[in-house]
């Protein structure tokens, strides 16, 4: 990629200081533009778009950024007068020969076509700057390292565990207002008011238990919570921990733990918690039962200050395959229902997966009010789909189009929100296996969507 020039970095910090304006942001788009900079050119269009979605220089701008190559015309014969040369059209338009009378339209292959805007048009997928799972960074002194013969950590004391800090709160987290006052009330509030804490009796330790539909941002609410609580944070999955060597998976788990309480105050994030904590009754692998064994002695710790400063968040899909031991009081005795985005919510994540495309006129509105039920995974997957519906008829009219609301609408006239699978198996429990009335949050919302 061609090095910017001192102007385009002066005009860069100015746009970072003014972000809403537009004129400025499309000056630096012409010329990144004109520079050979046509991905962060299509970015700041983009940019532009979000805040004048109307705006006719910014929508010439992008058709400009993403138009095919123009192949050049063949050379004129010897006898012709010279021609000054001329600059490229920022679009495909058909030139007019001397004599007034058109020109016949350029001829391209559509294969070099395709290469080129795939070079020039925005990742499907793209990657969050607000995201729910930013990329893990380890520091210097926490790379993973072999253990010893004996499975114990090396004599410098590195563990073979990332742990992360949390970079984001609850306040990254679009609407699911009722989730945040959970959190708030079971599990924050105590614990960043030490004076209260040391006034009630309160320790330092504590376990909740996130369920839910999948795909509604248990693990993106984790690391806001981790952040919230300015601890550190390590997300573990089932394939860490279990191996297939008896005895192994016991020692994944102290290693975890004590990685830990050594990095404490410390976020413990247990993903798939059905299946590393399955109900012991129906496991039939003596292996995985003494598995279940060595997480309900790590939670409750060697002594009474062993998980001081220890937090331990679980998530699961289904909290009835959950042995009943880890929900004691003193374990994973807080729960949290995390359900599909509210509609402040799905605004939010809207914005989010449309913001470095290349879009005008989308009526969110429309789109939030026709969502509902829809988790984040469907509406990213909804943004990706409307995506590829523009760029495939772009390419196939070899004219650049911005993506629309109609887009949306038709991509989803086509699918339908993936928890209702969820929803069905889960009406039952809530109806049948209350006990306790531990479901008691999820039956009045069955009720309230008339589910029941």
Not at 80 to 93: E, G
Not at 135 to 154: R, V, Y
């Amino acid at each position: 990629m061609p090095e910017e020039s001192p102007l385009l970095k002066s005009l860069r910090t100015a746009v970072d200081a003014a972000p809403d304006d537009v004129p400025l942001r499309l000056h630096l788009a012409q010329l990144l533009l004109d520079a050979g900079h046509g991905q962060d050119a299509i970015s700041q269009v983009a940019a532009a778009l979000q805040r004048e979605p109307g705006n006719a220089e910014a929508q010439a701008l992008i058709a400009r950024a993403v138009a095919p190559p123009v192949t050049a015309p063949a050379a004129a014969p010897a006898t012709a007068p010279a021609q000054a040369p001329a600059q490229a059209a920022p679009a495909p338009v058909p030139a007019e020969a001397p004599d007034g009378a058109p020109a016949e339209p350029p001829r391209y292959d559509w294969k070099q076509a395709e290469d080129e805007l795939s070079d020039v048009i925005p990742p499907r997928f793209v990657e969050p700057s607000e995201s729910p799972e930013p990329e893990p960074q380890s520091a210097p002194d926490q790379q993973p390292q072999p253990l010893s013969a004996d499975g114990e950590d090396d004599p410098a004391g590195v563990s073979a565990w990332d742990v992360e800090n949390a970079d984001l709160s609850l306040a990254d987290v679009g609407g699911m207002d009722q989730v945040k006052e959970r959190l708030q009330a079971a599990f924050l509030a105590p614990m960043r008011n030490p004076a209260l804490r040391k006034l009630y009796g309160k320790s330092l330790r504590g376990g909740l238990l996130m369920y839910g539909p999948p795909g509604c941002g248990k693990t993106y609410i984790a690391r806001a919570v981790a952040g919230e609580l300015g601890a550190r944070f390590m997300s573990v999955s089932i394939t860490d921990v279990l191996d297939m060597w008896i005895g192994n998976s016991e020692r994944n788990l102290r290693e975890l733990f004590a990685t830990a309480r050594r990095n404490a105050p410390c976020v413990v994030f247990l993903d798939e918690l059905d299946a590393l904590g399955a109900k012991r009754s129906q496991v039939r692998h003596s292996g995985l039962r003494t598995t279940v064994n060595q997480l309900l002695t790590e939670l409750d710790g060697v002594d009474a200050r062993a998980n001081e400063g220890l937090f331990v968040l679980a998530a699961t899909n289904h909290p009835w395959d959950v042995d009943p031991s880890l929900r004691r009081p003193g374990r994973l005795d807080r729960t949290v229902l995390v359900l599909p985005p509210d509609e402040p919510a799905r605004e939010s994540i809207l914005r989010h997966h449309l913001k470095d495309r290349p879009v005008a006129r989308i009526d969110l509105r429309k789109l939030v009010k026709r969502t509902d039920g829809f988790s984040g995974a469907d509406l990213r997957h909804l943004c990706e789909s409307a995506a590829e519906r523009a760029l495939m008829d772009s390419v196939r009219t070899g004219q650049a189009r911005m993506i629309d609301t109609d887009d949306l609408l038709t991509v989803l006239g086509q699918v339908r929100p993936s928890t209702g699978p969820w929803f069905d198996s889960a009406r039952s429990v809530a109806q049948f296996a209350n006990e306790g009335g531990q479901y008691d949050e999820l039956l009045a919302y069955l009720k309230k969507k008339r589910m029941l």
